[in-house]
């Protein structure tokens, strides 16, 4: 019988992080940085001879600030860390990369903090220097206090800076209106749609994991542009579609293509959220995982954005193990059994099988078939 403590149940996965104090989520702790800087003048004043000792104190990395949020004081000290950095060369214009720093602030809140810096991917700005040319760059930094996780944003956050490519030119000739209104609001956009999603389906929440994890085809009517593009983000951060297509082989006849997409309707209007489902039943596990969002602080992105992606290992864990249970079955009976225990207990046993046939062998297609058989005479459900 399937070990009831190794079942992958998202609320048992989960639990531990309500133990968590409670932190401030206050836009004051979110600040951004814009710099400019010339790559080929890092190493013209440097230090040339060749038995000369490098100074640690010493950066020849020159950045100029072009709009920031932050104090003098806190500002220096992510430029001087963010130049040592950079001075290094190893960056990929448009990939950011994250770093925890120390940088000096008002004693109502901690010097710890995480940055996303990101060298933006634009044609360098030639401008000449002296007769000579000189190529122009911009890196671009998000400093929170307050949200431990931020990494986990890193694909929200790689989207957000390239809108920050379009208000850019030699002159920065935006600098004073839309460029500084576009920085400004980073947290809102990149951070808050989790908020505002949890408040706005409340209790429906869980339809939305369900979505993601059926990759269905989510069909909304009745949304604001902002409550749309919050609800696709959402369902975004939610799926496991990335690995899906690691899984996936070149197609064969006898696979089942997940691309076929159920089609899921959402409906908002001023006093309500109606869902349809055409017919799939939002399973067990997402339900739990709903109500685990729900006990949350509803500002708190980090926990969050964490208990979204417990909710994806959780199911990942599912996953893998019916995957062993099943191809232990070809030549074992019993694991065969273990097999249906489990799918029935795990809360999501519809949508696990539905992914097991993205790249099961012809072998393991025959045991889940006679699986599936014995299921539907049993008349259970596996939701």
């Not at 925890?100 to 634009?122: F, T």
């Not at 691309?259 to 109606?274: E, F, G, H, M």
């Not at 954005?305 to 599912?318: M, T």
């Not at 030549?331 to 273990?338: G, M, N, T």
Request: negative net charge; contains cysteine.
């Amino acid at each position: 019988m399937a070990d009831e403590s190794d079942s992958g149940s998202v609320h048992s996965n989960l639990s531990e992080q309500n133990a968590d104090k409670k932190a401030p989520y206050n836009n004051c702790l979110r600040f951004y940085a814009l710099y400019s800087f010339y790559p080929n003048r890092s190493n013209k004043h440097g230090n040339t001879t060749p038995d000369a000792k490098p100074n640690e104190d010493e950066c020849n990395f020159s950045l100029s600030i072009a709009a920031t949020n932050l104090s003098a004081s806190a500002e220096t000290d992510l430029r001087r860390c963010l130049a040592n950095k950079l001075s290094k060369g190893s960056y990929m214009p448009g990939s950011g990369n994250f770093l925890s720093l120390g940088i000096s602030s008002s004693e109502d809140i901690s010097n710890s903090a995480v940055c996303y810096y990101n060298v933006l991917s634009c044609e360098p700005i030639e401008i000449e220097n002296n007769g000579e040319p000189e190529y122009k760059q911009f890196v671009v930094c998000f400093v929170s206090f307050s949200d431990s996780s931020l990494d986990l944003f890193r694909f929200e956050l790689d989207t957000y800076c390239k809108g920050i490519t379009k208000l850019l030119d030699a002159e920065l000739s935006q600098i004073d209106t839309n460029l500084k209104d576009y920085l400004d609001s980073w947290h809102q956009t990149v951070l808050e749609y989790l908020t505002r999603c949890v408040k706005r389906l409340n209790k429906n929440i869980h339809y939305l994991i369900f979505s993601s994890l059926l990759d269905a085809q989510l069909i909304i009517t009745g949304a604001t542009p902002q409550e749309e593009e919050d609800i696709n983000k959402f369902v975004q951060c939610c799926s496991i579609a990335p690995l899906v297509e690691q899984l996936r082989p070149e197609l064969d006849d006898n696979l089942v293509d997940i691309r076929n997409q159920p089609i899921i309707k959402l409906n908002l209007d001023k006093d309500s959220v109606t869902f349809d489902t055409n017919g799939n039943i939002p399973s067990q596990f997402c339900r739990l995982a709903g109500e685990h969002l729900l006990t949350i602080e509803s500002q708190n992105i980090t926990k969050l954005r964490d208990s979204l992606e417990s909710v994806k290992l959780a199911f990942i864990h599912n996953l893998n193990k019916v995957k062993r249970f099943l191809k232990q079955a070809e030549i074992d009976h019993y694991a065969l059994y273990r097999s249906y225990l489990y799918l029935r207990k795990c809360g999501s046993g519809e949508l696990l099988i539905r992914y097991v046939k993205i790249d099961a062998t012809s072998e393991t297609l025959s045991v889940l078939k006679t699986l599936e058989e014995f299921i539907q005479k049993q008349g259970h459900s596996l939701q």
